[in-house]
């Protein structure tokens, strides 16, 4: 059955009411990590030990932005002395399941993974024995639009012109981005959706080139193998301020503070508005003590001028939300994106 716009809308309008709502928990909530440094007594009771080092796992290759935020994370922590240490390794697949199924045998608990949006819809879409609400939510930290680049030398001028060409060509129009089920395939199909395409036949129209990291989508773009690439501004901002990339919309509600001049994607006539979110989660079968001192250590972290200094630079917002309101806040992010996979064919 074709979707209704309506219908296709109602999606996005949860989607933002979702988010604004658990954003609304961190006004209304107490905050699970309080301000006391890690090693004192922690808002959620007990007297966490001090944390001397942390594992830090970015479940993509390098280049992209689970491992720029990986890789800022333990910069920023050793830098202000906040842990002695901070080693990042990279456990790349699968749209980041490789590394969760990593994550839920992890027995140091001071290991932090970088999750997020994407890894959502990967779990689902892999239908994943290890799931995210299996592991110890600790904090959500950033938000980023996407934007939508083609090549310099592209015809397509407008975010229009590549829609009607991917509705009009199907397979013959190969649009890259992160992981199969994340949240750039899930825009990708959004965007055929609100030009009418049955969520039954996104899959059979839609030629998405799936990729384990942001790197391997930039290479295919400046390589004109493929025609079109989704992912968040930070990745491909650089490649568009130089001229590499043409960036047709961003799919936030305002311009990016890194690319000022480029069209949001309501702005181009299209009703849909959606953020890459990123957090750190560890094991599932920590202690509430060792919760408690690692939710503090991110409250620390997250109070950090240099912490800031670093959002500002990459384009990242500032999206903070500890401990319970960052486990309210995905359990609403899990249901909204089956919703959402569903309505765009992916899963049933």
């Not at 990042?88 to 749209?95: F, K, Y």
């Not at 989508?217 to 968040?232: E, F, K, P, R, Y």
């Not at 000022?260 to 920590?286: F, K, Y």
Request: charged share 15%; glycine share 12%.
């Amino acid at each position: 059955m074709h979707p209704s716009t309506t219908r296709s809308t109602r999606t996005q309008t949860m989607f933002r009411i979702g988010l604004a709502g658990a954003a609304a928990l961190t006004l209304a909530a107490c905050s699970t990590g309080g301000t006391a440094p890690a090693g004192s007594e922690g808002a959620e009771g007990g007297a966490p030990a001090a944390i001397s080092a942390v594992n830090v796992i970015a479940p993509a290759d390098p280049g992209g932005g689970w491992d720029q935020t990986a890789r800022t994370l333990g910069q920023v922590l050793t830098e202000t002395s906040l842990v002695g240490s901070a080693p990042v390794s990279n456990i790349g697949g699968a749209g980041g399941t490789v590394g969760l199924a990593s994550l839920a045998t992890e027995t140091d608990p001071n290991t932090l993974m970088i999750t997020g949006s994407v890894m959502v819809g990967a779990v689902e879409t892999n239908a994943s024995e290890n799931r995210i609400e299996d592991m110890t939510p600790i904090a959500k930290l950033t938000e980023e639009p996407l934007v939508i680049v083609v090549p310099a030398d592209s015809e397509y001028q407008t975010l229009q012109d590549l829609v009607d060409a991917v509705v009009a060509e199907g397979q013959g129009v190969a649009v890259t981005g992160g992981s199969a089920g994340g949240i750039d395939h899930i825009l990708a199909g959004l965007l055929l959706t609100e030009a009418g395409v049955a969520p039954a036949e996104v899959p059979g129209t839609l030629n998405y080139v799936a990729n384990s990291g942001g790197g391997e989508a930039l290479t295919m773009l400046l390589g004109n193998t493929v025609q079109a690439g989704i992912s968040g501004v930070g990745e491909f901002s650089e490649s568009v301020l130089s001229g590499d990339l043409r960036a047709l919309a961003v799919s936030s509600d305002e311009p990016a503070e890194a690319l000022p001049d480029v069209p949001t994607i309501q702005d181009e006539g299209i009703d849909i508005t959606l953020t890459n979110w990123r957090g750190i989660i560890a094991p599932g079968d920590i202690t509430d003590e060792e919760r408690t001192a690692l939710v503090d250590l991110a409250t620390q972290l997250h109070d950090q001028d240099a912490w800031a200094e670093q959002l500002s630079t990459k384009g990242w917002t500032d999206a903070f939300m500890p401990g319970d309101e960052f486990d309210a806040f995905l359990t609403e992010d899990i249901s909204l994106t089956q919703e959402t996979l569903r309505t765009i064919g992916l899963i049933e």
